[in-house]
């Protein structure tokens, strides 16, 4: 079974740090991209970073220079490293995988989500 799965979330306070983890098994991590994903409380859910074949890496560009993505194909985890958080970040974050060794390509595979909570 495809599966992936986040940990990491929780409450921090603002200019703090968080390190989110998800955890892939059932399929040949190397050959997929898997990403970040968020929704916020009442807004749409968006693409905030993405790790794909090739090394390509894809950021949102408000988390750039503060949200760090990482693989490790031995472990089949990725990670997203979150520095520097404001409040507005606040969201259930989650992983998915997508069809394809591209970024580009469409999501097939969710996670349940971690909710990372930014207080002032």
């Known amino acids: 079974e495809v599966q992936v799965v986040e940990s990491g979330g929780g409450l921090v306070q603002a200019g703090g740090s968080l390190r989110l983890s998800c955890a892939a098994s059932?399929?040949?991590?190397?050959?997929?991209?898997i990403g970040w994903f968020r929704q916020a409380p009442g807004k749409e859910r968006e693409r905030v970073s993405c790790?794909?074949?090739?090394?390509?890496?894809y950021y949102l560009d408000s988390v750039k220079g503060r949200f760090t993505i990482s693989r490790d194909n031995a472990k089949t985890t990725v990670y997203l490293q979150m520095n520097s958080l404001k409040p507005e970040v606040t969201a259930v974050y989650y992983c998915?995988?997508?069809?394809?060794?591209?970024?580009?390509?469409?999501?097939?595979?969710w996670g349940k989500g971690t909710l990372v909570t930014v207080s002032l």
């Open positions: 790790s794909g074949r090739y090394s390509t890496i």
């Open positions: 059932g399929f040949r991590f190397e050959d997929y991209a």
């Open positions: 998915a995988r997508s069809t394809g060794r591209l970024c580009t390509s469409s999501v097939d595979t």
